[in-house]
């Protein structure tokens, strides 16, 4: 069974840093690239960008670029989003999602990362 | 970016019912790289139609996708207890972005 394991839950005060995981089991974790997906409370979802967890290799969403880093360690098939200093704007959920090619729809998903910023 | 456009807001319909939920893109999607989620609270979005048209894997045939160019329809034949949930489109040919959802809610 595909399966996409997320990090719990975050509380974190601002200009602090985080990383978040994605655990893929189930597939060979390299033959697909994860994205990241945001939700802010009662708003839209959004893309933010893709690895392919072959090469590292990155896309941003021109919205996100220079405010995360995603990597990921294919030895224990993970992915990770991160923050080097965080803001009250990025209290959210975080998902990642698998998906073959950069035209591909997002086939599976993660369940979630709330993470909360506040002082 | 191409802007998804998802009607109506939100939906209030029994079981048993016909559910037709509409997105409109603001240009057209290449190669019909539509998609079509469903997201219930607490639990990961999942993957109900691709292509426009492409049920994904188990999924009932109650659903099914339709159109193309600007105009996508989700059609929902029967409505189950399980299907009450938010519903996204999503574009994946150019960039990627999604529609705002639609909420299908038990009247």
């Known amino acids: 069974e595909v399966q996409l394991v997320q990090s719990g839950a975050e509380v974190k005060k601002p200009g602090e840093s985080l990383r978040i995981s994605c655990k893929g089991s189930g597939y060979t974790f390299t033959s697909y690239w994860i994205t990241w997906v945001r939700q802010m409370p009662g708003k839209d979802l959004e893309w933010m960008g893709w690895?392919?967890?072959?090469?590292?290799?990155?896309n941003y969403s021109p919205s996100f670029q220079g405010h995360v880093t995603f990597s990921a360690d294919k030895s224990i098939s993970t992915a990770y989003l991160q923050w080097s200093s965080l803001k009250a704007s990025d209290t959210a959920m975080y998902y990642c999602?698998?998906?073959?090619?950069?035209?591909?729809?997002?086939?599976?998903w993660g369940q979630g990362t709330l993470v909360t910023v506040s002082s | 970016e191409i802007v998804l456009t998802q009607s109506p807001g939100t939906l209030s319909l029994s079981p048993g019912e016909r559910a037709t939920l509409s997105c409109r893109a603001s240009q057209s999607v290449s190669s019909n790289y539509l998609a079509w989620y469903q997201h219930k609270p607490g639990q990961a979005p999942r993957l109900l139609i691709y292509g426009a048209s492409n049920r994904a894997t188990g999924i009932p045939d109650r659903f099914s996708g339709s159109g193309s160019g600007t105009d996508f329809t989700l059609t929902i034949s029967r409505l189950e207890p399980e299907d009450f949930a938010v519903y996204y489109c999503?574009?994946?040919?150019?960039?990627?972005?999604f529609g705002q959802g639609t909420k299908v809610e038990i009247k």
């Open positions: 999503q574009q994946y040919g150019s960039s990627r972005t």
């Open positions: 999602a698998r998906h073959r090619l950069a035209t591909s729809p997002f086939d599976h």
């Open positions: 690895i392919d967890p072959s090469d590292s290799y990155t």
